[in-house]
């Protein structure tokens, strides 16, 4: 007889609980705080996303959970300090779906612009820059294309934008000889500052293309590894010593192989 889910989730509580047992837990697990769990929510969630793009229902499956054991690991951590545990978090959210959505749970529908706000405990005119309020809280967490990118569509449905896409390649070449220029200098402080512009004027780009900047860099990392791998095979592993021209060579049979194969 399948489990129920409230059963499944309460034995993945006690698991954790037993792992931060101070008497008979793991030490790994019990060394750990919120901070220093940061990188593995990352890691977690992005891996919960290669599996919607490439993984099958198994995979999806296995980094759920994965995610799952991060959340159930904190609300344990702060449960031990009294702050909040599980079920607060459970009714937290639950009770925001429900305000968020009136027209579903039959409240007074507003605008989401409206909800928002009450939820920060301030409205726009309390603020000298509402919209930069707003973004500053919307982009916290976010990665940085991903934020970009949110950034970006704000700005421009406010009013801040290009007349056209011309505009837009105009300001990539003006960064990009920036970057040149901050390069050249040696300062790494003003070259790195120079490499964000560069980022974020292509995000713009991409955003007037209808294209998604994360894909794509996404997919650039899965291509680029096919192809690495099919010279390392090539090569027996062996990339030391080997001339450009040699490594070119095998970089573009591995990529008419991969298109061959994908005809």
């Not at 704000?154 to 960064?175: L, S, Y």
Request: glycine share 6%; with cysteine; proline share 3%.
């Amino acid at each position: 007889m399948a489990t129920s889910s409230s059963d499944a989730l309460q034995h993945l509580v006690q698991v954790v609980a037993q792992l931060r047992d101070p008497q008979d837990g793991c030490p790994w697990d019990l060394e750990q705080t919120h901070r220093s769990l940061v990188p593995y929510v990352l890691e977690e969630a992005h891996e919960v996303a290669d599996a919607i793009r490439h993984g099958s229902d198994a995979d999806l499956e296995d980094e759920l959970g994965d995610l799952l054991l991060q959340v159930v690991l904190h609300a344990q951590i702060a449960r031990e300090e009294k702050r909040f545990d599980l079920d607060s978090i459970a009714r937290a959210i639950s009770a925001k779906m429900v305000r968020r959505h009136p027209h579903v749970f039959g409240g007074t529908p507003r605008s989401w612009d409206a909800i928002k706000a009450e939820e920060k405990g301030h409205q726009a005119a309390n603020s000298s820059s509402p919209l930069s309020d707003h973004l500053a809280d919307k982009v916290r967490g976010l990665s940085a294309l991903a934020g970009a990118m949110a950034i970006s569509r704000k700005a421009a449905k406010a009013g801040f934008e290009w007349d056209d896409i011309d505009g837009v390649w105009g300001k990539v070449n003006e960064e990009l000889e920036e970057l040149k220029e901050a390069v050249a200098s040696g300062d790494q402080r003003h070259a790195q500052e120079e490499l964000g512009d560069v980022l974020f004027t292509l995000v713009n780009v991409a955003r007037w293309c209808g294209l998604d900047p994360e894909e794509g860099l996404a997919g650039t990392n899965r291509r680029f590894l096919d192809r690495f791998s099919r010279v390392e095979t090539a090569l027996n592993g062996d990339l030391q010593g080997r001339s450009i021209q040699e490594l070119e060579q095998h970089w573009q049979q591995a990529k008419q192989a991969i298109r061959s194969e994908q005809a």
